[in-house]
């Protein structure tokens, strides 16, 4: 089965500039035209799309994603290259993770040190947050 763009925009939820923009950047095949001249794309153009907006929902980026597809596409070094990727990746999400757990800690801080409603010049986080960006700038000097 073969769908035109506006169908294929419909089934994916992207717009059409965004399958041309797909395209440009080989993240799908280019469509074969029509005798009319609308673009036509196979049904596993859908199942692609799916997976890209999928995959960019759990936070990758289309640069990585190309470089994932790059992979899927390519049989004879499968393997190998995949490893490669999730162990970069991997590599990212736990820096993340650290980072967030950072963050984590210091929003408790910050919500522990206000505990009531005081007046804006007399509030504990922002004076917390004005010293620990104090500490950074002698930290960098």
């Known amino acids: 089965m073969e769908y035109r ?14 399958l041309r923009y797909y395209e440009r950047k080989g993240l799908i095949h280019e469509p074969v035209r029509s005798d009319s001249g609308y673009r036509l794309y196979p049904e596993d153009t859908v199942t692609r799309i799916l997976f ?11 640069s990585e994603i190309d470089k994932l597809l790059g ?22 999400v736990q820096l993340k993770i650290r980072d967030l757990q950072r963050i984590e800690c210091m929003l408790k801080d910050l919500k522990d ?29």
């Open 71 to 92: 992979v899927v596409d390519k049989d004879d070094v499968r393997c190998a290259d995949m490893n490669d990727f999730v162990v970069q990746k991997l590599e990212d």
């Open 113 to 141: 040190r206000c505990p009531d409603e005081k007046a804006i010049h007399e509030c504990p986080i922002i004076e917390a947050l004005i010293d620990n960006n104090q500490k950074e700038k002698e930290e960098i000097l």
């Open 52 to 62: 890209i907006k999928r995959i960019q929902e759990l936070g990758f980026t289309l």
């Open 5 to 18: 763009s506006g169908d294929i925009s419909k089934l994916c939820n992207v717009n059409k500039e965004t």
